[in-house]
């Protein structure tokens, strides 16, 4: 699918003209990198137990913290009964816990439920860590610690890997996303048992004959689309906020796909992908094919292409549709009504102070959509004007 979008770029870039005066593309995409955590594993018999196991968990976990402090954090208090004994009260459940369980509460705290990818020797582990509560001679980089069970659900194989690992090998939510845009999706739930039964065996056959995507593969996502918005002339700024993926459009001449009316503009106009449910909506109405509520009307065949990317997290594929899809409009949907590029031009005019003397396309090529819909250059305000004196 990446080829197909440096074709679409090619046609579109030699279907349009270049702006005249073009503002230096700007990128603000995180530059995230995503590498394992490599974990020793000694092969060592000498076994540890008791409270020195919790002492050895909070140092090998790297967590910037000493013991006594995360005793504190997780609201425990130590006590000694009348046999010596160390105990720990914790004053939420209002229960005396002893060393075994304080170990456990600090695991489940810091990494149940997470994600994690790590690398032991020369084998890649990634997904969802589970704690549990049976015993476990744990093998670390110190000695074999009889501790709670701790795994990883391995996406890259299906089985539990039983490890321990530092904290900064625990994913940050955008780290996990940036893996997840690649991941295969699943059938859904109303697939019959048989179905899924053959689905199971294929997605077996599939492991064993080719490598599943990496999370190193998946690092140049972000890199990859940035030098497709450089590349399509039109995108002025991308940039992620608040787990959107924003396509910032500038003025530019765009192309119509009945061939009717070409050598139409377009005003500014930003596109905004969810991130987290893949969701594609507008900033506002300035292109002719943007509804009321700032979704899209695509047409079937786009809106089916989509729907794919969707299904398939493939957001490579979703950007180049909708830099397509923001540099072209078709009359036949469009013609004879206010959504036609004249209008866009005219309500970005009515909401947008404009710099006339910055705008990187031919005056003429503004004047000629408004003369489509029979507007006069003067409905743009005399700043507009004062370009042809």
Not at 247 to 273: A, S, Y
Not at 288 to 298: K, N, V
């Amino acid at each position: 699918m990446a080829d197909l979008f440096y074709l679409f770029a090619a046609v579109r870039v030699n279907g349009q003209q270049v702006a005249r005066s073009w503002t230096q593309f700007e990128s603000q995409l995180p530059q995230w990198k995503i590498e394992p955590v490599s974990v020793e594993v000694k092969e060592n018999d000498t076994e540890l137990e008791g409270y020195p196991v919790f002492e050895k968990l909070v140092k090998l976990s790297g967590i910037d913290s000493t013991p006594e402090e995360v005793i504190k954090d997780l609201w425990f208090e130590k006590f000694t009964n009348s046999l010596w004994e160390l105990k720990f009260w914790s004053e939420g459940d209002r229960l005396l816990e002893d060393w075994f369980w304080l170990c456990l509460r600090f695991l489940q705290r810091n990494y149940h439920r997470r994600r994690a990818y790590v690398k032991v020797g020369d084998r890649e582990i990634y997904w969802l860590v589970s704690v549990g509560w049976r015993r476990f001679h744990m093998k670390t980089p110190e000695w074999t610690l009889i501790m709670p069970s701790m795994c990883i659900a391995d996406t890259f194989t299906g089985e539990n890997k039983y490890v321990f690992f530092p904290m900064s090998a625990l994913l940050k939510e955008e780290e996990q996303a940036l893996f997840e845009l690649y991941k295969t999706t699943r059938p859904s739930s109303d697939t019959s048992q048989l179905e899924m039964q053959i689905m199971s065996l294929l997605e077996k056959l599939t492991m064993a004959r080719s490598q599943k995507p990496t999370i190193s593969e998946t690092n140049n996502v972000f890199s990859d689309i940035e030098e497709m918005c450089r590349t399509s002339w039109t995108i002025k700024r991308v940039s992620v906020q608040e787990w959107k993926l924003i396509l910032e459009f500038g003025w530019r001449v765009v192309m119509d796909t009945d061939r009717e009316f070409n050598g139409m503009v377009l005003p500014p106009v930003k596109l905004i992908i969810d991130l987290r449910n893949y969701t594609v909506r507008w900033n506002d109405t300035f292109h002719p094919h943007i509804l009321s509520d700032y979704s899209l009307c695509m047409g079937w065949r786009l809106t089916d292409l989509v729907q794919n990317c969707i299904a398939n997290r493939d957001l490579k594929t979703l950007v180049g549709w909708m830099i397509d899809f923001g540099n072209s409009w078709t009359s036949s949907d469009a013609e004879g009504g206010d959504r036609e590029p004249a209008d866009c031009i005219l309500r970005y005019f009515n909401r947008v102070w404009i710099d006339w003397n910055d705008v990187p396309v031919d005056k003429e090529d503004i004047e000629h959509t408004l003369q489509n819909r029979w507007y006069d250059r003067a409905d743009l305000g005399p700043g507009f004007c004062a370009l042809f004196e």
